[in-house]
């Protein structure tokens, strides 16, 4: 048997993480069995699609390096893989099961569906379709047909549990017609359900083996169900349990933050991710602090291992895994890390700024400044002031009580020259402050505020000492004058 799997997301937003890692098991099931990994774009739910997920999708795959064998690419082939282009083969197959009497016409209104639903609700019961057309005499149907009455197509669900033989979760019964009653394959748009689609797809595509994620687990006896009606052999299943956010809830497509590609653009490795989620879904090792490449992990995949338990995401291990990427890229590839990094900065803060950067003082700033940084998201949130020069405005009044600025604030800067010239080592708690305010009389926790406001025009931040690090006392005893200048300006003008 020839292994053939397929990765069939829905443009309706994103791909996150949970999305991602349905690809990649599914890549790597192909590589590994020598078969053909299918990419199908799966988008008749049409008021779902959002018009730019489409790119979001093939930009993931592409970014990770995961190349699906057969897809979408070229004009000729999307008939092929997107199913809104098949909506024709999708109804004759459900029109088929109408003609052999395996699924029947249903003129309910939305109303009265909601209806049934809400009455579903209030009881405390499962929505389910009463299967109140399934009963319609062939007059009645004639009526409502010359009528031109919407119909939509339901599958007639018998008297019978369906057995789904999982892969990862084993064997569960199901109960279709007495949970949900007769199911529909063809809505009144004459699109089809995901269901219908699904089978029909995966049947024409020889798919053998479904892998996909724990969510679609309850669709799958319906699935046999329409299976079985067309006389067809399933595929296997594997339902892989979801990644929960770190709050424990699902992982949605509006959680920007989950997006791959988000996380690419806050300087996160493609390697990081594929390890990261090979690391938390399954017995996956990595070899010392490295990690591992795409073709290493198509060595040592092993679906056996595969964990049965659903998993959170954990940022901090993300980044403690960007950081081996980010060594690795430095021991490697220190250019190609630079340029990234250059790149990156560039865009948040201009050519020119940027360019007069040597590459030491950029990995001495990404390394040793402040710790060692594991993405650029977090480097610039940090450290961007190096490349925002601070326009002071603040309010004035407050930094009365430190006097004379030019000889509270302007000798605290001359100690600080002094004592950088002396060591220009990480000084966080600048110590020596401490002694110079009792001596001087000067407020200490303001000293500070008036600090951190000239050089960042904020109240939050990297400590004072810390910020002195990584400016140097140069630039900044540059921007403290400029501050104590605003200030007494201001002061004076109130006057
Ligand atoms: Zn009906």
């Known amino acids: 048997m020839v292994v053939t799997v397929r990765f069939a997301p829905s443009p309706t937003g994103f791909l996150h993480l949970g999305g991602l890692r349905t690809a990649i098991i599914n890549y790597l099931f192909a590589r590994k ?32 390096g995961i190349k699906p064998d057969k897809g979408p690419f070229t004009k000729e082939d999307a008939p092929n893989y997107v199913q809104s282009a098949r909506l024709d083969i999708y109804k004759e197959k459900a029109n088929e099961l109408l003609d052999k009497g395996l699924a029947y016409r249903c003129f309910c209104s939305t109303t009265r569906l909601d209806l049934l639903r809400k009455e579903a609700l209030k009881n405390r019961n499962i929505p389910r379709y009463d299967n109140r057309c399934r009963f319609l005499s062939d007059k009645e149907i004639d009526e409502k047909l010359s009528e031109k009455a919407d119909y939509a197509l339901r599958f007639r669900s018998e008297d019978q549990i369906v057995n789904v033989d999982d892969l990862i979760y084993g064997s569960t019964r199901f109960d279709v017609k007495n949970s949900e009653g007769d199911f529909i394959i063809l809505k009144s748009n004459k699109f089809p359900s995901y269901h219908l689609a699904n089978v029909i797809d995966d049947h024409s595509m020889e798919i053998t083996h479904v892998l996909r994620g724990e969510e679609w687990l309850l669709s799958t006896p319906k699935h046999l169900m329409i299976y ?13 349990p979801i990644i929960l956010n770190e709050d424990g809830k699902k992982l949605s497509k509006r959680h920007q933050d989950l997006g791959v590609m988000s996380l690419k653009s806050r300087g996160y490795y493609p390697e990081t991710i594929i390890n990261y989620l090979m690391l938390t879904s399954s017995s996956f090792e990595l070899k010392s602090n490295k990690l591992a490449s795409l073709e290493e992990i198509v060595q040592q995949f092993n679906f056996d291992t595969i964990h049965r ?8 291990k993300l980044k403690a895994l960007n950081r081996f990427a980010i060594k690795t890229k430095l021991e490697d590839d220190k250019q190609g890390f630079l340029l990234t990094l250059r790149n990156y900065l560039k865009d948040r803060f201009g050519e020119k700024v940027i360019d007069n950067e040597t590459d030491d003082h950029l990995i001495f700033l990404f390394t040793e400044s402040s710790g060692r940084y594991s993405n650029f998201g977090d480097f610039v949130e940090e450290l961007g002031f190096v490349w925002t020069p601070c326009d002071p405005a603040w309010a004035c009044d407050q930094f009365l009580p430190l006097g004379d ?43 500070m505020r008036f ?41 004076k003008n109130s006057n």
């Open 33 to 64: 069995q020598g078969g053909t990994f299918i990419l199908r774009i799966e988008d008749t739910d049409q008021s779902r699609i959002v018009s730019s997920s489409l790119a979001d999708i093939f930009d993931v795959l592409n970014w990770v």
């Open 228 to 240: 079985n009606a067309f006389g067809w052999d399933p595929p296997k299943f594997a339902h892989i």
């Open 405 to 447: 600025l030019d000889k509270s604030v302007g000798g605290c800067l001359e100690l600080i020259s002094k004592e950088w010239s002396n060591s220009k080592e990480r000084m966080d708690k600048l110590p020596f402050l401490k002694t110079y305010c009792s001596e001087k009389n000067v407020d200490y926790r303001l000293l």
């Open 451 to 491: 600090l951190r406001y000239s050089l960042v025009n904020s109240e939050i931040g990297l400590p004072v000492g810390q910020m002195l690090y990584v400016l140097g006392a140069e630039e900044f005893s540059r921007r403290v004058k400029k501050g104590i200048e605003y200030t007494k300006n201001q002061l």
């Open 309 to 316: 338990s659903r998993c959170k995401v954990s940022y901090s």
